[in-house]
């Protein structure tokens, strides 16, 4: 309290003092605790009387602790009043309310991006994902296991479309070989076999010699390795791939393109598994405001 308040008026002070502290729940000082037995004894109701504006923070918190209480209720009036009509569980209320803030955390432009213009996937009836990869990218290896138990749960009118990245002589082979393991019949699970070859510290996949080695491991005959590899299908292949590269404008992998609309990195979702949270958002959401999804 400012001086000019305390000089020549103790006893008026020590009064107010006492009166303010039963109002507003200060500490009481020192000071009052020696006031005279008969100060303490007066009532409350006398000396609003003789200071009726003593009251008044008092009557401020509490008319902001009945608006709190007011707007809280209005709040939980407002959510899901058909879920809470019908008696639904608190546990029902708390899931549709996390699956309602999941829903506005994902959004176009910061965790994927529109594709302007967006390339043409009519002919197709299922939503297709395509995801470029390369097998010396540590992201990507990082990325696989996540993509792979991801593609085990789709649905049946989704499909994943591996395609090898490539931007130069050296990614056209690693194309090659994914192409051959392909159509080998090579399980999906070898995907992660190759990124180990290749990121190992002294990797001998990397010659055509190391690679026949790695098939006749996988129980791949000499012969049907050499065909394949060499075959014009899988040479179509890879300049398919080459193709499909420069339609998406491909820079950087691992990366998630949805229904030729939207683009997934790791850089915009925030993380590998995040990739697919964003993904089965945009497949479960966004998609089913467009025209050629008719069933979600």
């Known amino acids: 309290m400012n001086q000019q308040f305390r000089e020549g008026r103790d006893d008026d002070f020590e009064e107010l003092e006492k009166e303010l502290a039963k109002i507003s729940l ?8 020696q006031i005279q037995q008969t100060l303490r004894t007066k009532t ?16 401020l918190a509490l008319v902001a602790v009945i608006g709190t209480l007011v707007l809280d209720l209005d709040q939980s009036s407002n959510i899901q009043p058909a879920l ?11 899931a549709v309310l996390a699956d309602s803030e ?18 043409d996937v009519t002919d197709s009836l299922s939503t ?12 990507c290896a990082s990325f696989e296991p996540f993509l792979s138990r991801w593609e085990s749960e789709l649905d049946d009118d989704v499909r994943l479309t591996r395609v090898p990245a490539i931007w130069s002589e050296e990614m056209r082979f690693h194309a090659r070989i994914y192409y ?7 399980p999906t699970a070898t995907q992660e076999l190759f990124y180990a070859a290749f990121q190992s510290e002294e990797p001998t996949i990397g010659t055509e010699e190391g690679l026949l ?11 049907d390795f050499i065909d394949v590899y060499n075959a014009d299908s ?3 292949l890879v300049d398919a791939a080459v193709q499909t590269n420069f339609v998406y404008q491909i820079e950087s992998t691992p990366s998630l393109f949805i229904d030729g609309a939207y683009g997934i990195s790791p850089q915009t979702a925030g993380g590998y598994p995040e990739m697919l949270e964003v993904a089965d958002y945009v497949i479960d959401s966004v998609l089913c405001d467009t025209p050629r999804r008719l069933v979600c």
């Open 102 to 119: 999941i829903e506005q955390s994902y959004r176009e432009g910061t965790h994927f991006i529109a594709l302007d213009p967006p390339i």
């Open 44 to 59: 409350v109701t006398g000396a609003w009387f003789r200071r009726p504006w003593a009251v008044i923070p008092a009557a």
């Open 234 to 236: 899988t040479q179509a």
């Open 128 to 139: 297709e994902v395509v995801a470029f990869f390369w097998y010396p990218c540590r992201p």
């Open 213 to 223: 080695e790695f098939f006749l491991n996988q129980g791949v005959a000499v012969s």
């Open 26 to 33: 200060i500490p009481p000082s020192e000071k009052y605790q």
């Open 84 to 94: 809470i009509s019908e008696g639904s569980s608190n546990e029902a209320v708390v």
């Open 180 to 186: 051959t393991a392909r159509q080998l019949g090579l």
